[in-house]
């Protein structure tokens, strides 16, 4: 477990080492200084856009629309120097009416005498440009004046951030700092021939549902941040990614942590929990260790070199079979599984579900989590691991890796570029790559009816949508002390796949210290029901109840 927790302990470092440069990045990357920037620019100075490649998201119809491009806008300046007192007083009330700038912002430009270069206010829609030139006419010449210069634009703004980036500045040099701009930069601004444009597996419908329910979530349950993934479990196309806190790439300078550019999707990892049984289960059933129908006694704890595990509320189950330790989430049931399977079988299993690796997404600064607990062969860090306890993963590669049961057993690399458009007319479409067979299709078929219960039967009802067959698995994970043991703060998860026996997607969703709420089976099922039904909906996938026959995996419970 302390080899797990490390990764939170560098990260919590990163953070705050962070503070210490941040003041740095901002005023040399973020705000390069204007005494820079004029020796750069004349009244008609031009930022050069033009051949930079636009970005786009799609609709179900493959209808495209544009999440980046560039536009023209306008940046007035000022040379305080040539302005007196009475003309000051004038610009000031001018300025601000057609700029909806307050009058003080303004006279605080004015005031600085010491500069001969003051921008006033930059990316003013270009439609402004005739009414300055008039309201120009009555200063002179050499106080205030209009630059007219290409910029990135994100006219959905907020939408997809953390996916998109955004174009910052390098020293002098316009280039993607994070996001797609970055994984990107040299396909979209290839200087010769023309970037090429980017379109995105991203689905306009499903990205915007997903923000609203983070949205929701966030507001409800008073979290300081999380984050939902929405994925083709056939080909591994991300069809939305959203994540809380967020930011505006318009106006990315105004962010006042620069933490927030991070993408937890890719980039933050955590203790999963019990969204770590389906793994465990699988493994077990993969091998032949155990089966669905294999029972044992709990007695609501377990003890391995030392520690205590225990049930989640110290319950008490008595005997039980493997269906039901996943509908009821029972820890000793991880435990009595994992054991069976062996330490390093499950180990080879979590690798193969591609555990402690980086998934491949196209997309920067992806991290592997940390499974390395596994090594120590300690029956205490395997008995924990079997309920997501002592290892770490991000978002992303869980979502993956659950793909994988609801694929068939095939594992998937994720993706969120579909096609390049290059301006000759070109294409360049990424393709699907399967990694590997993680388990057989037979166990595949069998842990997805398993987790039809979950939500069927187990504590996860409230995830239910009339009509169809949900799969799905709640987790409530404790978070680390960095000094040792555990929080009281815990992260909620819940991830899901519909229709089960044949999905057309796969969600997770993740909620960092909810508030006044205990288990996620109460914090985000309910949500997640309404968020699956609006998407089932979207595609127009017809209920699948009684139209399809469950698998025949002798599910039956006696």
């Known amino acids: 477990m302390k080899r797990a927790r490390l990764i939170v302990l560098v990260f919590i470092f990163f ?44 609709d179900k119809d493959g209808n495209l629309y544009i999440l980046a491009t560039k536009k023209e806008f306008l940046r007035v300046f000022i040379n305080p120097l040539k302005i007196g007192s009475e003309k000051g007083r004038l610009l000031s009330e001018k300025l601000s009416g057609i700029l909806s700038i307050p009058q003080d912002v303004i006279d605080a430009h004015i005031a600085k005498k010491e500069n001969t270069y003051e921008v006033i206010a930059d990316k003013i829609d270009i439609e402004k440009k005739q009414k300055l ?47 797609l701009e970055k994984y990107y930069e040299n396909v979209l601004a290839q200087k010769e021939d023309g970037g090429a444009s980017l379109v995105l597996s991203l689905d306009l419908t499903v990205q915007s549902q997903a923000e609203k329910l983070l949205g929701e979530l966030i507001k409800r349950w008073s979290s300081p941040s999380g984050s939902v993934i929405v994925m083709r479990p056939q080909d591994g196309a991300i069809l939305a990614m959203a994540a809380y806190p967020t930011f505006d790439p318009n106006s990315y300078s105004k962010v006042d942590n620069i933490s927030t550019f991070i993408n937890p999707v890719i980039q933050s990892v955590f203790e999963p929990g019990s969204i770590m049984k389906p793994f465990t289960l699988s493994s077990g059933i993969d091998t032949g260790a155990i089966t669905p129908q294999t029972t044992y006694i709990d007695t609501g704890a377990v003890q391995r070199n030392g520690y205590t595990i225990s049930n989640a509320g110290h319950r008490v189950f008595g005997k039980r079979n493997m269906i039901e330790v996943l509908q009821f989430s029972i820890n000793t049931g991880a435990v009595f599984a994992v054991e069976k399977v062996g330490g390093e079988r499950f180990l080879h299993y979590l690798e193969d579900f591609g555990f402690g690796a980086k998934t491949g997404v196209d997309l920067p600064g992806e991290v592997s989590g940390d499974i390395t607990n596994l090594d120590s062969k300690r029956a205490i860090n395997l008995a924990t691991a079997a309920f997501g306890q002592g290892i770490s993963a991000t978002p992303i590669q869980i979502l993956t890796a659950l793909s994988a049961i609801a694929n068939g057993g095939k594992l998937m690399k994720p993706f969120i570029v579909e096609r390049k458009l290059y301006p000759n007319g070109d294409q360049d479409i990424t393709r699907k790559q399967i990694v590997r067979q993680s388990i057989s299709a037979q166990t ?109 995996s002798n599910l039956t419970i006696p």
């Open 444 to 552: 595949s078929a069998k842990l997805t009816a398993m987790m039809v219960e979950v939500i069927e039967k187990g504590y996860s009802k409230k995830a239910r949508v009339p009509g169809y067959s949900i799969a799905g698995k709640s987790g409530t994970a404790q978070i680390p002390d960095p000094k040792g043991g555990y929080l009281d703060q815990t992260i909620h998860s819940f991830v899901g796949f519909a229709p089960a026996y044949n999905p057309a997607f796969i969600v997770l969703v993740k909620l960092d210290e909810p508030l006044g709420i205990r288990f996620a089976s109460d914090s985000i099922a309910p949500y997640f029901s309404g968020f699956i039904q609006s998407i089932l909906n979207y595609y127009n996938i017809p209920p699948d109840k009684n139209a399809n026959a469950i698998p025949d």
């Open 15 to 58: 953070l705050s080492g962070g503070a210490i440069i941040a003041r740095l990045f901002f005023i040399q990357i973020l705000h390069p200084s204007l005494s820079e920037r004029s020796g750069q620019m004349t009244q008609n100075s031009v930022q050069d856009f033009s051949k930079r490649g636009d970005i786009f998201i799609q």
């Open 133 to 179: 030139k008039d309201m120009f006419k009555v200063f002179p010449s050499d106080a205030i004046g209009i630059e007219e210069y290409q910029d990135r634009f994100y006219p959905y703004g907020q939408m997809a951030a953390h996916a998109l980036g955004f174009v910052g500045f390098s020293g002098n040099e316009r280039e993607g700092l994070y996001g």
